[in-house]
């Protein structure tokens, strides 16, 4: 299981997450972000990817299983 956490006081809804993790992430609007909090393992690697996309740096990520120094963007 991943953990995602958005601070969405930083989110400028530029929807590169959104667009890198759809699955994920998607847009509501123009600049309301919905987000699954709890995301199959499987997503990791997008979830990783549109983290570290993300202009403001407003996704967290933490893996249940993987160790985080394994995964590079992960904290
Ligand atoms: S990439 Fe960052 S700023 Fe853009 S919608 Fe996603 S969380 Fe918000």
Excluded: W
């Excluded at 690697?45 to 740096?57: R, S």
């Amino acid at each position: 299981m991943v953990r995602i956490a958005v601070d969405l006081n930083r989110c400028q809804g530029y929807a590169q997450c959104a667009f890198l993790a759809p699955d994920v992430f998607t847009m509501h609007g123009e600049e309301a972000l919905l987000y699954a909090p709890d995301a199959d393992e499987a997503q990791l690697g997008k979830v990783t990817q549109a983290a570290a996309a993300c202009p403001v740096q407003a996704i967290l990520v933490d893996s249940m299983d993987a160790p985080a120094e394994a995964v590079p963007g992960v904290r």
